[in-house]
């Protein structure tokens, strides 16, 4: 074969397709886009048998082929395409065995794309557990596809379903008979939309007649050619798929019933149904649910500090035992002060990014994490959105672009652009770096009640901050922004379950491995450009610097080393760096910022976590204890002319609500114009985060000052 052999993943959301592709894939994935479009590809390699490996494709979830969403909208085009170069040779239908009959519709209409299909059923567990009992042969039989029974989170069924593959890979599969037999499927008009746009089923022409406006893959002159045939047949896309789906579940009807054995409702009680008593109570549950919050930022601080401790002061060993290798000059200084304390600046929160996405990780396994999203349509509503949008923003605590593009499933246009606009203030993954290093500066490590942490309820109450924030900007922008589009929320609640602790620990390692990687090269290379900046400055002003040291030295040679040190504190601040913090210092000073700091913000607008690797690159350049001082250490140690501390309580808390409310992400404003289309609503979101960041900042700093 000219391309690999390819197999698409597709399913109804929460159908166990994901964890079918982790099943199958294991290490071998790798996460991009899909394209002309920012939504998710995920794609991987899988050892079929020995003569086959397959690359798999795993499709945005979909509950039918009518796409309604920008998501399903993927789907629907990888499908339909003859042309792309991604559109699969099999498609594993992914069914939850306890919704069949959804499920069997979905599949139905991919078997009539002629496309070789096979039925893998999930969460047969659950189905016995409510009293269902499918006969699996049988449904192989009646829906004329091969159907496997898997459980892919206890890796079972996998071997059978690889067996499949093989099968179907080395044989020619016979053609099948339509799943349904309507009068649109055998007209002539249909034929010629076949042959026009080169599809190999009638089922796929009628999808075409249905949305060729909206397909990107057909061109103008098709588009007028069907047009035409359309007007001539009048055509009635709304009655043809009425007509359709009662032919489909007719035909699933008959085939439920001969596979299908349900007992009485009555007679069981599933535990999930039992655990959301008390889960979903109004009351009961939100208690629930700040707990649970509680608990995982609480446990940030608590699982990430021993390891945090160890990174930061091996890092600062090795810079001592680099700072005496090495010979004295700007060689060593760069070495030193820029790439080793840039790449200090990066790994030390490595283990709190790790477990941010672990725990959050956990949540989405469990089942817990819709359960959320539930609870809280209630207050999302009373903001003039609805629970669709809570999975963005809480997507939005690991990171803001992929979360943006999540706002695409919102079908509510005003929504879905209010979702897009007010996401950004949840307080993401690149904030925690700046929240832990500045709370552990500022808050004293103390218990509260014996129990509680008061770093971590700081971290807890600036999350809960940047929601509420989010909830009561997004009311502000319900009365501005007019519509009468109306939009509902439907919800299925995944089965409570056992969370995959190798899908855990892999998301672990690729969000770790991600940070390093990604934000890394920005932290490194800025730190360079800031070391550069921070060691030259205008040649005459660094002379004159270096002249009133020397002379001073040459009269009191016993101050040397004091001297030196106020010297390379002196040339610092005339360097470039300096001249730059000290142009923006007369804005900040009410902030209760100083020049480096400024610096930092500065900086900080690529990407908020560079917070961290400019700081550490600032308190370096010049300090002759670099080596052998943590970055807390020095920044505990800073002091303004006055002789005061640069980070009080009142310094320290203005930062954290400047960096929770500030648009401080460039990638972040890049998405939301694509996702929008327009630079006006990018311009609008920095404009009002800033607002509100400097706003809040010089409000806090002048309460606790």
Excluded at 182 to 192: K, Q
Excluded at 689 to 699: E, P, R
């Amino acid at each position: 074969m000219n391309r690999p052999y390819t197999i698409a993943l597709v399913g109804n959301p929460n159908s166990g397709k994901s964890s079918l592709f982790n099943a199958l894939t294991g290490l071998n994935q790798k996460v991009g886009n899909f394209a002309g479009v920012t939504v998710d590809k995920k794609t991987g390699t899988s050892r079929i048998s020995d003569s086959l490996t397959a690359n798999i494709i795993d499709l945005p979830g979909t509950y039918s082929l009518y796409p309604k969403s920008a998501d399903e909208q993927v789907t629907y085009e990888v499908l339909l395409n003859q042309a792309n170069t991604e559109r699969p040779d099999l498609v594993i239908v992914i069914a939850d065995a306890a919704n069949l009959k959804r499920n069997l519709l979905f599949c139905s209409q991919i078997m009539d794309l002629k496309v070789p299909v096979i039925m893998a059923l999930t969460m047969m567990d659950i189905a016995q557990s409510k009293g269902i009992t499918i006969d699996t042969a049988g449904l192989q039989r009646l829906v004329g596809v091969p159907v496997v029974s898997i459980n892919p989170r206890k890796n079972k069924g996998i071997a059978t379903l690889k067996k499949a593959v093989h099968d179907i890979y080395k044989s020619s599969p016979t053609p099948r008979p339509d799943f349904i037999s309507i009068p649109a499927l055998s007209s002539e008009w249909i034929e010629e939309i076949k042959e026009l746009c080169h599809q190999t089923s009638n089922y796929a022409a009628l999808h075409i007649a249905c949305n060729y406006a909206g397909l990107q893959h057909i061109n103008a002159a098709q588009r007028i050619r069907i047009a035409a045939l359309l007007g001539e047949a009048g055509f009635h896309k709304s009655r043809i798929q009425a007509e359709e789906i009662v032919q489909r579940y007719k035909k699933i009807d008959t085939i439920m019933q001969l596979c299908v054995v349900t007992e009485s409702p009555m007679k069981r009680m599933v535990i999930s149904d039992r655990i959301d008593k008390t889960l979903l109570h109004p009351v009961h549950g939100n208690v629930i649910l700040l707990l649970v919050l509680f608990l995982l930022f609480q446990s940030i601080f608590w699982l990430a500090q021993y390891p945090m401790d160890w990174i930061e002061q091996a890092f600062a060993m090795g810079g001592h035992w680099l700072g005496t290798l090495l010979p004295s000059g700007y060689f060593a200084d760069f070495v030193v002060n820029g790439i080793w304390a840039g790449l200090g600046g990066i790994a030390v929160f490595v283990p709190q990014i790790m477990i941010l996405f672990g725990l959050i990780t956990i949540l989405e396994d469990s089942g817990y994490m819709a359960r959320i999203s539930f609870l809280t349509d209630r207050i999302m509503r009373s903001a003039g959105l609805n629970g669709r949008s809570v999975m963005p923003l809480i997507s939005g605590m690991a990171c803001a672009v992929p979360a943006i593009m999540a706002a695409r499933t919102i079908q509510n246009r005003k929504e879905r652009l209010v979702t897009i606009l007010v996401t950004p203030l949840m307080s993401c993954s690149a904030r925690l770096p700046v929240y832990t290093m500045l709370i552990g500066l500022v808050v004293p490590d103390k218990a509260i009640l014996g129990i509680f942490n008061m770093r971590g309820l700081v971290l807890m109450g600036l999350y809960l901050l940047g929601f509420f924030m989010a909830l009561i900007v997004a009311k502000v922008m319900d009365l501005i922004i007019k519509t009468k589009e109306r939009n509902f929320f439907l919800l299925e609640l995944p089965v409570y379950r056992m969370p995959r602790w190798k899908n855990v620990g892999i998301t672990m390692l690729e969000k770790g491995k991600i940070f390093i990687r990604d934000v890394g090269k920005i932290i490194i290379m800025l730190s360079l450009v800031l070391w550069a900046l921070a060691a030259f400055g205008p040649p005459a002003q660094m002379k004159a610097v270096d002249a009133k040291y020397d002379a001073l030295i040459q009269a009191a040679p016993q101050n040397a080393d004091e001297l030196n040190a106020l010297r390379a504190t002196d040339k610092l601040e005339h360097s470039f760096a300096g001249i730059l913090g000290h142009a923006i210092e007369p804005a900040i000073t009410p902030l209760g910022y100083d020049w480096k700091i400024g610096i930092a913000l500065i900086t900080s607008f690529a990407a908020r976590e560079v917070f961290v690797g400019t700081m550490a690159t600032l308190y370096s350049v010049g300090d002759a204890d670099s080596g052998t001082k943590t970055l807390t250490d020095k920044m505990e140690a800073a002091k303004r002319e006055d002789g005061s501390p640069v980070y009080t309580l009142a310094t320290g808390l203005s930062l954290l609500i400047f960096y929770a409310f500030a648009m401080q992400c460039m990638s972040t404003l890049a998405i939301v114009k694509r996702e929008t289309r327009s630079w006006k609503y990018p311009a609008i979101q920095f404009a009002y985060m800033a607002a509100l960041a400097y706003v809040g900042a010089l409000v806090v700093y002048q309460l606790f000052r």
